[in-house]
T-cell receptor, first 112, second 110 residues
Framework: DAGVTQSPTHLIKTRGQQVTLRCSPISGHKSVSWYQQVLGQGPQFIFQYYEKEERGRGNFPDRFSARQFPNYSSELNVNALLLGDSALYLC???????????FGSGTRLTVV | QKEVEQNSGPLSVPEGAIASLNCTYSDRGSQSFFWYRQYSGKSPELIMSIYSNGDKEDGRFTAQLNKASQYVSLLIRDSQPSDSATYLCAAAYGNNRLAFGKGNQVVVIP
């Protein structure tokens, strides 16, 4: 079975631009979460979706938004990019809340 | 703010020795705890989950949970060079959101 897949793997954007990151969960997993990991820190929770509904949002500005599609794949959008948005963006899927999450390989975003 | 603290600095252990990692968490409502291993430049990989007080063993890994002390630990027995990585402790809260510590780097010296 394929694991959690994320695209693109790397991305370079200019300040002020917008970016869309994509994630496909493990087959059968209905819960998808997004995390941001800056260098030297642990991942920080951004969003959680379950059955296409937002179930949680972390302490991130409204420039960050996400959605989950009927096939349980998900997109994370970031508008008006700042230099501080440069990070590894991780998507994680789980069969149900209460289970451990499996992470994708991540998208490394660099804002210049 | 749900916090998970991993305060130890980089840990160097000889090959074959036991590596011991600790973390504390702030939310007494957390019921699920996880250890992830992250190699440099890679994404976190789930290696252990623990939900009840006591020890849980899986191969060379043992996780320990003490909810009264809000304390989670990970022991790596017979450490191998391939265990050299950063280990992240995570606690689940709310709808299974994860709060992560900063991680502990482990270096296994051959």
């Amino acid at each position: 079975d394929a694991g959690v897949t994320q695209s693109p793997t790397h991305l370079i954007k200019t300040r002020g631009q917008q970016v869309t990151l994509r994630c496909s969960p493990i087959s059968g997993h209905k819960s998808v979460s997004w995390y941001q990991q800056v260098l030297g820190q642990g991942p920080q929770f951004i969003f959680q979706y379950y059955e296409k509904e937002e179930r949680g949002r972390g302490n991130f500005p409204d420039r960050f938004s996400a959605r989950q599609f009927p096939n349980y794949s998900s997109e994370l959008n970031v508008n008006a990019l700042l230099l501080g948005d440069s990070a590894l963006y991780l998507c994680a899927s789980s069969f149900w809340t209460g289970y451990g999450y499996t992470f994708g390989s991540g998208t490394r975003l660099t804002v210049v | 703010q749900k916090e998970v603290e991993q305060n130890s600095g980089p840990l160097s252990v000889p090959e074959g020795a036991i590596a011991s990692l600790n973390c504390t968490y702030s939310d007494r409502g957390s019921q699920s705890f996880f250890w992830y291993r992250q190699y440099s430049g890679k994404s976190p990989e789930l290696i252990m989950s623990i939900y009840s007080n006591g020890d849980k063993e899986d191969g060379r890994f043992t996780a320990q949970l003490n909810k009264a002390s809000q304390y989670v630990s990970l022991l790596i027995r017979d450490s191998q060079p391939s265990d050299s990585a950063t280990y992240l402790c995570a606690a689940a809260y709310g709808n299974n959101r994860l709060a992560f510590g900063k991680g502990n780097q482990v270096v296994v010296i051959p």
